[in-house]
């Protein structure tokens, strides 16, 4: 039986330690007292009371329609959560190799075999997967938690303790089940693999199984819909594809579409695969670019999903077909990014930065937009941010605990130096003068400009996101 209680926070994290299904949220605090005190705390100092849930790691979350559980799921209507990121949560083990794994499967597989063989070090485990996102959202002074699965293994344990330190919440997805086989239950793996030229393999057992990783999944806990509920954004990518069913990622969109959490999907690299999947995948796919209110594709996934090679008609064409789509961002690499509405299109180039890694980049730019979206800001101010949160963990190494720090991004914005190149923005754009509105952000003020494009200074929008920025570096501070 679960414990229905309201919980009354003046008990310590100690009681969420043993790695409950309950939504947890430890935001950081500056005082080591404080910094015992988890997410739930910070909204009852709000005056908020939150419904405990079992202690236990996982516990049997079966219940019939008209429950207790399905009334307090109802009874929630505050979306204090900002964001919570759906599936794909993995350990990467980032391992310089002498050359890349080779590509044939079977070779991949027993290469793979090898290498897990032992535990390597664990100054070689960094967060992979959607926590990278989760992070950046958190380092922005976003409330984060993550809807997903974990193991209890060592390495399960560190994915926790690494959300658990960034102020991150966890909701375990899973409802009880018997796993014929244990390794089925474990923490999902990605191997990175570096090779001296700085180029990436990747590999993981989702690699060599036609099911998703957890295929024993068959619904959502009580904990996922409460959480998705919470949210005012879930966020889904295309690898959670690889670790859940299709039928199981539908029931999450549906979910949030029913509860009015807004749905963010970046379909990555898989959208090509998906779309040559099975009936299952290409539905779920369609319903996902269908449904979702913002979609983020590069400009070659966009491309590959549309059969359109100009980004902005392939945006425009995405928003033509969905049904519930505001926003689609393309994202342009160096060149910056494109945020397309129905009435709209705005273009921000990118920040001149020296590139270290990219892995995680596109993550944070996520976040980033997330961050945007939720304040409402100017479109073309979105994009700036997205821009510069990305630059900022490009200039790192590796992702995870190596995105882009809040004191970065700040100091790059400041910075104020933008990777212009008038010819191409002039030659993308000259094709869409029918657009009503065209926004292009600028390093300088334009004056008596007379084009169909209306520039917008980089000053003007560092204006605007400066006192934002500030106010999240002060969240991230503050005391309960």
């Known amino acids: ?125 960094e967060a992979g997967g959607n926590c990278n996102m989760a992070i950046a959202a958190a380092r922005l002074g976003l409330n984060v938690v993550t809807v997903g699965h974990v193991g209890d293994e060592i390495y399960g344990r560190f994915l926790f303790d690494v959300l658990h330190d960034e102020g991150i919440g966890m909701v375990e997805m899973n409802e009880q089940k018997t796993v014929a086989n244990l390794k089925d239950y474990e923490t999902l793996l990605c191997w990175v693999l ?44 295309g690898y959670g594809f690889d670790e859940l069913s299709p039928s199981l990622l539908v029931s999450a969109l549906d979910y949030a579409v029913e509860v009015g959490t807004s749905v963010f999907f970046d379909p990555g690299p898989r959208g090509k695969s998906l779309q040559n999947g099975t009936l299952d995948e290409r539905k779920a796919l369609e319903k996902y670019l269908r449904m979702s209110d913002v979609l983020l594709l590069t400009s070659e996934e966009a491309e590959s999903l549309t059969g359109i090679e100009d980004p902005i008609l392939a945006g425009q064409e995405l928003l033509k077909e969905g049904i519930r789509t505001k926003w689609v961002i393309i994202k342009m690499g160096p060149k910056g990014s494109i945020l397309i509405t ?94 009503e509105q065209i926004t292009l952000l600028t390093e300088v003020a334009v004056n008596g400009n007379s084009s169909l494009v209306q520039p917008t200074s980089l000053q003007k929008v560092v204006s605007e996101l400066i006192p934002k920025l500030e106010r999240a570096e002060r969240k991230q501070v503050g005391v309960c």
């Open 342 to 435: 129905p009435s709209s299109i705005s273009c921000a180039p990118a920040f001149k930065v020296d590139v270290m890694d990219t892995v995680g980049c596109g993550d944070s730019f996520v976040a980033a937009i997330a961050f945007g979206f939720i304040h409402e800001m100017p479109l073309v101010c979105t994009l700036t941010i997205a821009n510069a949160v990305g630059a900022a963990t490009a200039m790192g190494c590796g992702a995870g605990r190596n995105v882009a720090a809040l004191k970065q991004v700040m100091e790059l914005v400041k910075g104020s130096n933008l990777k212009e190149d008038d010819k191409f923005w002039e030659d993308l754009l000259k094709a869409h003068s029918d657009a």
């Open 194 to 237: 570096v090779d001296p030229l700085q180029r990436h393999g990747f590999c993981s057992r989702a690699d060599f199984s036609e099911e998703p990783a957890f295929s024993w999944m068959s619904s959502l806990s009580i904990e996922a819909k409460m959480a998705i509920r919470r949210s005012k954004i879930v966020f889904c990518n």
């Open 1 to 125: 039986m679960h414990n229905q209680a309201a919980l009354s926070l003046k008990s310590s994290y100690a009681l969420f330690s043993s790695y409950p299904n309950a939504i947890q949220n430890p935001k950081s605090c500056r005082s080591p007292a404080s910094r015992r005190c988890s997410y739930y705390s910070l909204l009852k100092c709000r005056g908020i009371e939150i419904p405990a849930v079992s202690k236990q790691r996982v516990a049997s979350l079966s219940v019939g329609a008209g429950s207790v559980e399905d009334e307090r799921i109802e009874s929630v209507g505050v979306k204090e959560i900002d964001v919570a990121t759906l599936g794909n949560l993995c350990v990467d083990i980032v391992l310089s190799v002498p050359e890349l794994p080779p590509k044939p499967l079977d070779e991949r597989k027993a290469y793979m075999d090898e290498l897990s063989k032992s535990p390597p070090d664990k100054k070689y485990w």
